[in-house]
């Protein structure tokens, strides 16, 4: 494959990535927006966008196999595709936990206690700075961006904790909620592990600025 040819499938790869991080910080917005504000319709849309995700996610891994397969790629450029085909992976998941938290507005059936841990909502609000941030620092090739990105899940490990105590008062207080916190807390869990999947995407960046992942070269 001649360099131009690649250098126009390795842009149309890069058109295909920014639409999926488009998708995926409205669906974090969008979770966010449902919880807080109980918008079942809402819900129903973000459930109904993870497939469109999926088919961006699907769209890119095929054209970065196409990429590796065709032309055995230069150092730099083999970190480019591989780091896309590695954050693609995060952002997918990313994608299904906004769903997957979607899912469980629609199973809540006492609405009024939504507000009831007020944790949840800060794991919310910190899900969604970074998602959007670490998404800026991937575009903007910012590594130190990216390593501030990742210190960010130390607040959100210890706001899940918190949640966990919370919601072992509510089962205190309260004998009738058990469906109810047992959703609270697949809800933060959920949020949770977004965080984690940010950080993957913080050590792909240093990965593709570096040729390190975790202190070890790879490329």
């Known amino acids: ?31 966010v927006t449902a919880f807080k504000e109980q918008d ?36 730099s450029d083999l ?21 997957d938290i979607a899912e469980l507005i629609l199973e809540m ?3 009024d206690s939504f507000l009831m841990i007020g944790h949840i909502q ?21 590594l130190k961006h990216a390593l501030e990105v990742k210190k960010m899940d130390i607040k959100m490990d210890e706001l899940f904790d918190q949640v966990k105590k919370d919601i072992i008062q509510m089962i205190k207080e ?7 916190t047992i959703n609270f807390l697949m809800i933060a869990k959920y949020f949770e592990r977004i965080g984690d999947h940010v950080v993957n995407i913080c050590e792909w960046i240093e990965f593709n600025q570096t040729g390190k992942l975790n202190n070890t070269r790879l490329i």
């Open 1 to 31: 494959m001649p360099r131009s040819q690649f250098d126009q499938e390795l842009n149309k790869m890069h058109v295909d990535l920014d639409r999926m991080c488009h998708l995926v910080v409205l669906a974090i917005e969008n979770c």
């Open 40 to 75: 079942y319709e809402l819900a129903r849309d973000i459930i109904h966008g993870d497939k469109q995700i999926n088919d961006v996610e699907r769209s890119i891994e095929a054209k970065c196999l196409s990429l590796i397969l065709k032309q055995q790629p230069v150092a």
């Open 79 to 99: 970190r480019d595709v591989s780091t896309a085909l590695k954050v693609v992976t995060d952002l997918e998941r990313i994608g299904d936990q906004s769903a």
């Open 109 to 111: 059936k006492e609405m």
């Open 122 to 142: 800060d794991m919310a609000k910190i899900a969604t700075k970074m998602v959007k941030e670490s998404l800026d620092a991937f575009h903007q090739h910012d």
């Open 174 to 180: 309260s004998n009738d909620k058990g469906d109810l």
